[in-house]
């Protein structure tokens, strides 16, 4: 890549060029609808009058001398004799005998080489075919009533056919066409000089991988040209330092525990330095003018556009320093983020999509703006930003107390507040182990972004909302076991067995059970009402709540146990507890504890999720998340 050459080549410059396609390519293949969009295209550019140019995709090229004439090349600059102008004379004949091989791009250079063979007389440029040795004489005088059965002649006489039709319409246009053609029309021209040919063809055809913006702006960090000074080898240091930089910051972003606190899985670009690129464009960091900015135009390579207008500014010759810091600098505040406590989980939190669903508006271009303000230090970043804006996530579920089943309000307003409970519990965690003896360097245990983003998930009732009556054999059996624990009295102990393995009266063995645990029933579980409230409902990845469906708590906390660790228990007649393998998931630090009865401390019962373990469920919420579900004034003069 170093000394890869890129630039923006104009229709008009590409004059007199002589190409050839190797036949490691297949021929011209474009079809008649092909041809018309590239018309479209060009001609919606041209009456929108956009001050810019119209982009197409790469042409990937390499220079050389066909084998079969560099005896002649070196025949006649052997003869040249006019000893004043010798530079010129071989400038000359290295241009009459240079072919460029066409590595990617043949076909949209095909298509425009018979576009201007039907607006200008004359031949603008040469294309040869490895494989049709006449090509390049079909190509210079094709006519569109011919008929061939070569496949790639016929391709080529169709596409003369569509520009024949499509100009019987735009007649009127055609000089302004070509003008366009000629001036506004660029390619990207990517010359590569020390890679192997058939290599990047296959990389660039194979799966259809084309150039990315990076690749291309990558060609001119590493151009020679951008250097200042002449000391060579200073100047291969410096290469060699930003191309390992570069590695190393693809290598931090391709790791998705750090990628994924940023971004979702989704993204799908091959390398993931373009987001750093795109940020600088879309914030404009490097300072283009307005004029600049429309000329660059928003298709797909704006970003490498903005790069090389910036390259070419006069004042910006052998810049390439002041820029390459501007990227570091974007890196280095990733890098910050992603090591710090707050900024970790806050920032990841307001970057979160749950479902298909933002939890908040915000984009890593705006935090990147506030972050950067002058004087801003990292804790008012945190507390008179981030945490207003993560306030303002949480609206639709303020109300703590209130029901979300109806249709105005939905549970699923309650994402944003269980994920936030999640991640303020870690945060939490980590600055009580912060502040003891013991622990005092950070233990830092993270909210891991990367599972959760990929998993879908439902906000799901810890004790169904649908009301399980136990009617069934095998749900009875469930809660019997799971009754049994606890149980010292061994004539009901008895019993319990003798169910399990034979049947008989379940309702008298269930009131003798609940009695024994004096947890009357209308007494500890919840009314329907209170089902639909925030103290009943937990993350749940989608696959694991719609795979035990309406089941009982202790059957619920079986699955969630035996998934978190990657395991199948099953509790048979015989009450021995069998462990299988299972497939595993990730299951939310809260939500793993709402299982475990972890946050009401007075109880033995792992039956049931009662109405004491709802609102023990509730108090924890509250209090881990105090600084947002107070008014701004109330948490200024609570850090007073």
């Known amino acids: 890549m170093s000394s890869n050459k890129i630039e923006l080549k104009s229709i008009s410059e590409l004059q007199g060029m002589n190409f050839f396609i190797p036949n490691y390519q297949r021929g011209y293949r474009w079809t008649k609808q092909q041809v018309k969009d590239l018309l479209d295209d060009i001609n919606e550019f041209m009456n929108k009058k956009h001050e810019g140019f119209y982009c197409i995709q790469p042409l990937v090229v390499k220079k050389g001398i066909p084998n079969d004439r560099k005896f002649d090349f070196k025949e006649k600059l052997s003869a040249i004799n006019d000893k004043d102008n010798l530079l010129q004379e071989t400038e000359k004949i290295i241009s009459e005998f240079t072919k460029w091989e066409v590595i990617d791009g043949q076909q949209r250079l095909t298509t425009i080489f018979i576009l201007l063979s039907h607006l200008t007389k004359g031949n603008h440029y040469l294309i040869e075919y490895e494989t049709r040795p006449d090509s390049e004489a079909f190509l210079a005088q094709i006519n569109a009533n011919a008929e061939d059965p070569n496949i790639d002649y016929y391709h080529m006489i169709e596409a003369k056919k569509q520009i024949a039709e499509w100009f019987e319409i735009k007649a009127e246009d055609s000089a302004n066409f070509l003008n366009t053609l000629l001036e506004k029309v660029k390619f990207i021209w990517y010359e590569s000089k020390n890679e192997n040919p058939i290599k990047v063809f296959t990389r660039l055809n194979i799966g259809k991988i084309s150039l990315t913006n990076a690749e291309l702006i990558k060609a001119l960090f590493l151009n020679r040209s951008n250097f200042r000074g002449n000391d060579s080898q200073k100047i291969r240091l410096q290469q060699q330092e930003i191309a390992g930089e570069w590695d190393t910051i693809e290598y931090t972003l391709q790791n998705d525990e750090f990628w994924l606190f940023l971004n979702e899985k989704d993204y799908d670009k091959p390398t993931r330095i373009d987001l750093i690129f795109d940020l600088i464009c879309s914030k404009n960091i490097l300072k283009l003018t307005t004029e600049e900015i429309k000329e660059i135009g928003t298709d797909e390579y704006q970003t490498f556009r903005y790069f090389y207008t910036w390259f070419k500014k006069p004042e910006n010759e052998n810049g390439i320093t002041e820029c390459w810091q501007e990227v570091k600098k974007i890196f280095q505040i990733f890098v910050e983020w992603f090591n710090d406590l707050e900024l970790y989980h806050y920032i990841g939190y307001l970057l979160s999509d749950v479902n298909g669903q933002r939890i908040s508006k915000l984009k890593i271009s705006d935090l990147i703006s506030h972050w950067s303000i002058d004087n801003q230090t990292k804790d008012k970043f945190v507390n008179h930003y981030l945490i207003e804006k993560i306030k303002d996530t949480l609206s639709a579920c303020s109300d703590l107390n209130k029901q979300y089943e109806t249709s105005n309000n939905p549970k699923t307003q309650c994402r944003p507040i269980l994920l936030l409970h999640n991640i303020q519990t870690i945060v939490n965690q980590n600055k009580n182990l912060k502040k003891s003896e013991k622990y005092r360097l950070p233990v830092f245990y993270k909210f891991p972004f990367h599972l959760f983003k990929k998993e879908k998930w439902d906000v799901e009732h810890i004790d169904s909302n649908t009301e399980n009556q136990l009617e069934s054999e ?167």
């Open 474 to 640: 095998r749900d009875q059996k469930e809660w019997l076991k799971y009754s049994l624990f606890g149980i010292q009295d061994e004539i009901l102990k008895g019993k319990i067995h003798t169910f399990i393995q034979e049947g008989g009266d379940f309702f008298d063995l269930y009131n003798d059970v609940t009695y024994f645990h004096r947890q009357p029933k209308n007494e500890s579980r919840l009314s329907d009402d209170e089902k639909d409230r925030l103290y009943n409902f937990c993350l749940l990845d989608s696959s694991t709540n719609r795979g035990y469906g309406n089941s009982i708590f202790p059957s619920k906390r079986r699955i969630i146990v035996g998934k978190d660790q990657g395991k199948k228990y099953e509790i048979s007649d015989t009450l021995e507890v069998e462990e299988k393998e299972g497939g595993i998931a990730f299951v939310p630090p809260c939500t793993k504890n709402v299982f475990l009865k972890y946050f009401n401390h007075s109880t033995n019962n792992l039956r049931e999720w009662d109405k004491q373990d709802a609102e023990a469920y509730l108090s924890n919420i509250r209090t881990a998340l105090s600084i947002f579900l107070e008014s701004t004034k109330e948490r200024e003069s609570n850090e007073q």
